[in-house]
C-alpha cells in the first residue's frame, strides 16, 4: 500500500480522530494529577471517536463528486462497513467487560456525573438529528453557527470530564467538580470550537449554496480569519499564561503549552488561500494531537 494511501485511510477514515480523543483525554488525566484509566476506556474512547464520524459518510450518496473524502467513501464502502462493525463489536466488548468488573459501582454513582454522563452522548446525537412526531426533524448541523460549539462542547467532555468520571467510577472515588476541571474544560472546549471554525472555511462554497449560516457565511473569509479566528486564538493564549503564571508553571512548560496556540495562529492566518481536505485533516486536525502532546510533556517532565 503507498504512503499516500495509508495517509488517506488513516485520515479520511476517521482514525486519527480516535487517536486524537485518547490523547487529549490522557492529557487532561494528567493535568488534572489522576492516574491514567485501564485501557479498555482508551481502546472504547477511540473505537466511539472513529465510529462517530464515520457514521455520517456510510449514507452519503454514490455518485462521484469533486469531493475527495466522498470518493474515497464511495470506492471503500464495503470496507468502511466492515470497519464499522467491528468498531461496534469493540465497543460492547468494553462495556460488557466494565459491567462485569465495575458495574455495581454505577449504583453509588452521584446524579451530577450521572447528569455529565447523559448530556454529551445526548448533544451529540442532536448533531445527526432526530425526528419525532412533536418537534419533527431537529438537527442541530443545520444551525451553522451553532455548529462549532456543539462539537467543541462534545470534545471538551469527551476528553475532558469522562477520564475523571471513569476513575471514580472504577475507584469508587467522589469526583468533584474542581476549579482546574472546569478551566481545562473551557480551554478544551474552545480550542475545539476554533479548530471548528477553520474547517467551516472548507466547505463555504456549500454552506453558501444551502444557505446554512455558517460564520465564514455570515461575515466573509477575512472577518472570520482576522476578527473571529485570531482573535480567539490570542485569547487563549493569554488566558492560559495568566492559569500558568497563577498556577506558577514552569518556563519551559509554559513554553511547551503555548506551541499550539501559536500553531492555530499560524493556521489560521494561512487559511486565507484555498487549500485541499487533507490540508484541513492533517494539519488543522493535528493540532488537536500537537496540544495533547505538548500539554502530556509539560506535566510529565516540567
Known amino acids: 500500500m503507498r504512503l499516500q494511501n495509508i495517509i488517506k485511510f488513516i485520515f479520511f477514515g476517521n482514525y486519527f480522530y480516535g487517536i486524537c480523543a485518547v490523547a487529549l483525554s ?4 494528567l493535568q488534572q494529577r489522576y492516574p491514567l484509566n485501564e485501557v479498555i476506556f482508551y481502546v472504547a474512547l477511540f473505537a466511539a471517536t472513529t465510529w462517530y464520524y464515520t457514521k455520517a459518510y456510510v ?3 454514490t455518485a462521484l463528486t469533486v469531493n475527495q473524502r466522498t470518493n474515497w467513501y464511495i470506492h471503500y464502502k464495503i470496507l468502511v462497513k466492515w470497519s464499522q462493525h467491528v468498531l461496534e463489536l469493540i465497543m460492547g466488548i468494553c462495556f460488557l467487560l466494565f459491567l462485569i468488573s465495575h458495574g455495581e459501582n454505577l449504583l453509588y454513582l452521584r446524579p451530577l456525573l450521572f447528569l455529565l454522563i447523559v448530556s454529551f452522548p445526548v448533544v451529540a446525537g442532536l448533531y445527526y438529528g432526530v425526528e419525532t412526531k412533536i418537534i419533527g426533524n431537529f438537527n442541530l448541523r443545520k444551525i451553522g453557527w451553532i455548529k462549532p460549539f456543539v462539537i467543541g462542547f462534545t470534545w471538551a467532555g469527551l476528553t475532558t470530564v469522562y477520564p475523571v468520571i471513569y476513575y471514580s467510577i472504577v475507584n469508587q472515588a467522589k469526583g468533584d467538580v474542581t476549579l482546574i476541571g472546569l478551566f481545562l474544560f473551557v480551554k478544551n472546549f474552545l480550542f475545539v470550537t476554533v479548530l471548528c471554525i477553520m ?3 472548507k466547505d463555504f462554497a456549500m454552506d453558501y449554496n444551502r444557505q ?3 460564520f465564514v457565511v455570515n461575515h466573509g473569509l477575512r472577518n472570520t480569519i482576522f476578527y473571529i479566528l485570531i482573535p480567539l486564538s490570542v485569547a ?3 488566558s492560559f499564561l495568566l492559569y500558568g503564571y497563577i498556577r506558577d508553571f514552569s518556563v519551559m512548560r509554559i513554553i511547551l503549552n503555548t506551541i499550539p496556540f501559536l500553531l492555530m495562529i499560524r493556521v489560521a492566518y494561512a487559511l486565507h488561500r484555498r487549500k485541499n481536505i487533507l490540508f484541513y485533516l492533517i494539519l488543522i486536525d493535528g493540532l488537536m494531537l500537537v496540544k495533547a502532546i505538548c500539554g502530556s510533556l509539560g506535566v510529565l517532565f516540567f
Open 26 to 29: 490522557i492529557e487532561a488525566s
Open 59 to 61: 449514507t452519503e450518496q
Open 212 to 214: 446554512l449560516k455558517t
Open 199 to 201: 474547517f467551516d472555511i
Open 236 to 238: 487563549g493564549l493569554g
